[in-house]
């Protein structure tokens, strides 16, 4: 959507709880645009904290999540074990801004030590019904040893889910708890509107349609390889025209035995060259959607020159922010 149809969206929800980003909503580049996503949460989708408190459940930051478009780095993501049963995850969350770039978010860690958990359960007691009564008592040293177990075999996966929900909820700026976001005594159908903003690939730009389009080929071309090269739109300087009144024994010629070999369509050296300048970007290190364009026009054979030297030019810009990402991650 446009940045005034965003902004149209988030006036119809006056009342939801925003966290759109306001650089999202500026005049973004043709190949990008802004898309405003409004999810609405039940109260059963949030931990019932004392005090009033409620705080988002670990699918529900997943929900929040995707809709930010949130990813994770995987150089940072790791889990550790330190000590016997504790667990430290680590995550790293990105978005991408408003600029095509990739924006990194702080490194947060979760860590989930089992003798701590188990102290915590000590005090809390052992919950028992007794003739439909809820009860407490002590736990003993069999039901201790048996829970212990059962957190030793969750603990590495609890410590990396929650350095994720830790690192969503630092991307998007969130607190860990809404006070008195329902009412008190509020059913569990009670419900409250978020509002998130994320940047995407424009589908409706040429470019991108193409990409995604080749994409959806992918795999008849893995079964069945790609097209012969063919060229479709020859200069007109190499374009063969046979006259209307062939002469020099030329009278005899049968358009139905097929071409002879000097009247073979030929390509014009510019557009070879251009295709080799293409073809020796594939060993570079670029995007993946230049990567498939490439491909695709090699494919084709395309030999529009105009066309070509857009692609490569877009293609060397692309290689360039690429390495500017790399540079700002390792912060050379």
Not at 19 to 43: M, N, P, R, W
Request: net charge negative; proline share 5%; charged share 25%.
């Amino acid at each position: 959507m446009t940045s005034q149809q965003a902004k149209d969206f988030i006036a119809k929800h006056l009342n939801a709880l925003s966290y759109v980003k306001q650089s999202h909503l500026e005049e973004l580049s043709s190949l990008l645009e802004v898309h405003i996503e409004a999810i609405v949460c039940k109260k059963e989708e949030f931990h019932d904290l004392k005090g009033g408190a409620f705080t988002p459940k670990k699918e529900t930051l997943d929900k929040f999540a995707s809709a930010a478009g949130i990813n994770y780095n995987q150089a940072a993501e790791a889990t550790r074990r330190e000590g016997d049963g504790c667990y430290v995850g680590t995550a790293q969350p990105m978005v991408m801004g408003p600029d095509g770039k990739y924006q990194f978010g702080a490194v947060c860690e979760y860590e989930f030590d089992v003798d701590v958990r188990l102290e915590e359960m000590k005090l809390n007691k052992k919950a028992v019904w007794n003739n439909g009564q809820k009860e407490v008592r002590d736990y003993t040293n069999t039901e201790l040893a048996q829970e212990r177990i059962q957190l030793m075999k969750v603990g590495r996966q609890r410590a990396n889910t929650g350095a994720r929900s830790r690192a969503t909820v630092s991307m998007l700026g969130m607190q860990t708890g809404f006070k008195d976001l329902f009412p008190k005594n509020s059913p569990p159908s009670s419900n409250v509107t978020f509002l998130f903003s994320r940047i995407m690939f424009n589908p409706k730009n040429k470019m991108i349609m193409d990409a995604l389009i080749n994409s959806m080929a992918q795999n008849t071309t893995a079964l069945y390889g790609p097209k012969a090269p063919v060229a479709l739109s020859a200069p007109e300087e190499s374009r063969v025209v046979i006259p209307e009144n062939p002469s020099d024994g030329a009278g005899d010629y049968d358009p139905f035995a097929g071409e002879p070999e000097e009247l073979v369509k030929q390509v014009s050296p510019e557009v070879i060259q251009l295709q080799t300048a293409l073809n020796d970007w594939l060993n570079a290190e670029i995007g993946k959607l230049h990567r498939e364009a490439i491909i695709d026009a090699l494919a084709r054979g395309e030999s529009d020159p105009e066309y070509l030297r857009d692609l490569i030019e877009k293609t060397r810009r692309g290689a360039e922010i690429i390495q500017e990402r790399r540079a700002a991650a390792t912060g050379k």
